[in-house]
């Protein structure tokens, strides 16, 4: 009897003994897992701070001498010399690069009365004299000066014509704003301050429907294109930009 017991302990100690083992190979395996790192995208930055390599105007050839970059790396359309929207050594300028799916944040001011924007999913083509043709705007504007502020939709943080901020964040002229585009396989977010004040879902019946009740509705491309390039706008008013970096999602 007491060797039927002794067996039996023994048999126990074993598969006990056997069971801690693979319980230790499973933490080892599972430690090695949670160790590895999952590899993210980087911030690229769209700007080298210094020249404009990267960018060109609108419709081609190389950015308009009105667009200056300033010893701190800042990116302004000095309009002393123009004679409105869209004149003289100005011109929207837009990246080389054409972007999907992405996160893009930037920081912006405008000076007292003026008005510019940030296009994106710009779709360039002869067939298409502005970038406003194809892609959609998220609004700079000094909400207290200039006459646009007047029409809802047209204020800074919008998306242009299209879609009310939630709230406004915007702070005022010649203050700089944090601003943040993000497109992700068609949902849209736009970020003022770190306030969310637009969101929703593109290339959707609400969406035809959205653009069908706007300045847009007689452009055909518009809103259309699911990649494109970013630009910024001449609308003959002092802007600023700095920090401009996107990552692809």
Known sequence: MKKRYLAIALLAGFMASCSGEKATE????????????????????????????????????????????????TIYLD????????TGDGGDIVTDEEFENFHFKYDWKIAQNGNSGVIFFVHEAPEYQYPWNTGMEMQVLDNEGHPDAKIISHRAGDLYDLIVSSEETVKPWGEWNQ????????????????????????????????????????????????????????????????????KKL
């Open 179 to 246: 601003a943040e585009i993000i497109a992700d396989n068609g949902k849209l977010e736009m970020i003022l301050n770190g306030t969310t004040v637009v969101s929703t879902t593109m290339w959707t019946p609400e969406w035809e429907a959205l653009i069908a009740d706007s300045k847009f509705k007689d452009m055909p491309g518009f809103g259309t294109f699911k990649k494109g390039k970013i630009a910024l706008q001449d609308h003959g008013d002092v802007v600023y930009f700095k920090n401009l970096m996107i």
């Open 26 to 73: 499973s933490e080892e395996s599972t430690e090695v897992m949670e160790e590895t790192p999952v590899a993210e995208s980087e911030w690229i930055p769209l700007s080298d701070g210094s020249t404009f390599a990267g960018w060109h105007k609108y419709g081609g050839g190389e950015v308009g001498k009105a667009w200056k970059i300033d010893e701190e790396g």
């Open 79 to 86: 309009a002393a010399n123009k004679d409105g929207w869209q």
